[in-house]
């Protein structure tokens, strides 16, 4: 383990790299490789730079006081640095949506789409202690949603306890929708089967919202929401 996070960084050529940032329980690779983003913005004339989250991909496994909020922050904007860019163009999906929401306030963001970012946090009211004894199987869940949950973070392509310091940190720094608006132009896009998040654009200065087919993960892989993502880049 290493007493600093360090995110990993997948970087595809390109000009003025866009910074792509997944989902819980997901990966660069998963949300972002494989579907084949590099070769869309590649087509578009732009670079990829994707982050694993930690517990996520080939995120390096750190010690638990090295992992927060702010210090993914700091990871989000060293991967700016990376590019040689003093801001960069980011998309989010779901909580990498949640980060890129922050991350926005640091002055380092372009333009921001932001796909499937919930206007609750799932984890508020969560005994975070309970579902580390139920994800180590040291305890049963009270209930199915915290079996669920456990069941999630236990998949084998996941650093379980990794994700459970993760997990400890979000809920330590809780979401809030009235904290940091960004100010940058910003595109809100959910699925027509997910929670629309029309109302929260409107409390922006310099945002839209756009609903696509599918639910929340349906609606990252559809074409309206890659065509729509990557029209509002430029």
């Known amino acids: 383990m290493t007493s600093q996070l ?17 989902g ?5 690779q998963i949300d972002w490789i494989e579907p084949g983003w590099p070769q869309a913005l590649a087509a578009r004339g732009r670079g990829t730079v994707a982050v694993d989250l930690p517990g996520h991909g080939s995120c ?7 992992i927060s909020v702010s210090a993914i922050i ?19 999906y779901s909580l990498g949506a949640r980060l890129a929401w922050p ?11 932001l796909e499937g970012l919930g206007t609750t946090d799932p984890l508020a009211g969560m005994d975070i202690e309970l579902l580390r004894a139920v ?24 650093d379980r306890d990794q994700m ?11 979401f809030d929708a009235g904290a940091d608006l960004p100010t940058v132009p910003t595109l809100f896009v959910s699925g027509t089967e997910d929670d629309p998040v029309d109302e929260l654009a409107a409390t922006l200065p310099n945002a839209k919202y756009l609903p696509v087919p599918g639910d929340h993960r349906g609606a990252l892989m559809s074409a309206e929401f890659r065509a729509a993502a990557l029209d509002f880049l430029r």
């Open 6 to 22: 360090r995110l990993a960084v997948h970087s595809f050529p390109g000009e003025r790299p866009v910074l792509l940032v997944h």
């Open 24 to 28: 819980f329980t997901s990966s660069a």
């Open 60 to 66: 390096p496994a750190a010690d638990r006081d090295a």
């Open 74 to 92: 700091a990871g989000l904007v060293a991967a700016i640095d990376s590019t040689g860019q003093d801001e960069a163009d980011v998309i989010g």
């Open 103 to 113: 991350l926005a306030a640091t002055g380092r963001v372009g333009r921001l789409v």
């Open 135 to 158: 994800a180590k199987g040291e305890a049963e869940a009270p209930d199915p949603d915290l079996a669920e949950f456990a069941a999630w973070i236990c998949q084998p392509h996941l």
């Open 164 to 174: 459970l310091l993760l997990i400890e940190a979000l809920a330590a720094e809780p």
